[in-house]
């Protein structure tokens, strides 16, 4: 049970148990699908949500049969941040991965992840909108770093957004706590996009469909590349680099790969439904 401070009128709603289906995960010709899926609660980071969440992460990175993770949500809010209720003095949280756990698993994990955001992100949804790979967001939500109206500041959250902004707009966008376009933040740089709503799931799929032409080792230490060479000073880098490129050139799949290319044929990694 989630232990949290309720209104009498509110008891049955706010006690409810997180079950397993507050999180779902299916997987269908190489995509998993992750699914936040406690609606009646704009999915908010309740610890058994967020140990949940990393539950499925774990299993999608651990899969070999899963090429791309799209993470997405059910209900008009993608992410509404903290579960404010399981976080008020006095509360003992459930032992579990904790919300940081979950952003290490996407940036670190060798699976490309896709962020659906099908609703309103806020607090730390906003965290979980900017660390995905690629995020597409529908147009007609709103977004933003609410924190300060709570008393508290975006502070595990400002690890992965703060390196897509600009200090200036970082600076208006925490300080204001406004809650801003899906327009406005794909140009500062936290999402990818902004479609309508009935344009969602063609572009996902789009993205979808371009990544898992890619390599599993190849999309792996894409990743890699991006979160670390930025921290790294350019002796460091370009010796890292080196040996990453001659690993991968010498890999096997490197070398089905070029085959592929050269015999103008689909690489064999690539789904069968998809080629």
Not at 8 to 26: G, K, P, Q, R, Y
Not at 85 to 106: A, M, T
């Amino acid at each position: 049970m989630v232990a949290m401070a309720t209104d009498t009128n509110d008891a049955d709603a706010n006690t409810s148990e997180i079950d397993e289906n507050a999180v779902l995960s299916e997987t269908t010709d190489g995509v998993a699908t992750i699914t936040l899926n406690l609606p009646e609660r704009k999915n908010s980071l309740a610890p058994e949500l967020v140990d949940l969440l990393a539950q499925r992460l774990e299993a999608a990175n651990a899969d070999d049969e899963v090429r791309v993770i799209v993470l997405t949500n059910s209900g008009n809010t993608f992410c509404a941040g903290a579960d404010l209720k399981s976080v008020r003095p006095g509360i003992s949280e459930p032992k579990g991965r904790s919300f940081g756990d979950v952003f290490q698993l996407i940036m670190r994990g060798p699976k490309p992840v896709i962020g659906r955001i099908d609703g309103h992100a806020t607090g730390g949804g906003v965290g979980l909108t900017a660390v995905c790979d690629i995020s597409i967001m529908r147009d007609d939500a709103k977004i933003g770093f609410t924190e300060a109206r709570l008393g508290v500041a975006p502070a595990i959250i400002s690890v992965v957004c703060l390196p897509k902004l600009r200090k200036a707009d970082a600076s208006e966008l925490f300080l204001t706590a406004d809650r801003i376009t899906p327009t406005r933040a794909a140009d500062v740089g936290l999402i990818n996009d902004a479609v309508p709503a009935d344009e969602l799931d063609a572009r996902v799929e789009y993205y979808v469909d371009m990544i898992v032409r890619g390599g599993p080792l190849a999309l792996a230490a894409c990743k890699r590349i991006i979160n670390d060479v930025p921290a790294m000073g350019i002796d460091e880098a370009l010796a890292v680099m080196t040996k990453e490129s001659g690993e991968l050139f010498q890999s096997e799949e490197a070398q089905s790969g070029i085959a592929a290319f050269v015999a103008k044929e689909t690489a064999p990694w690539v789904p069968q439904a998809r080629r």
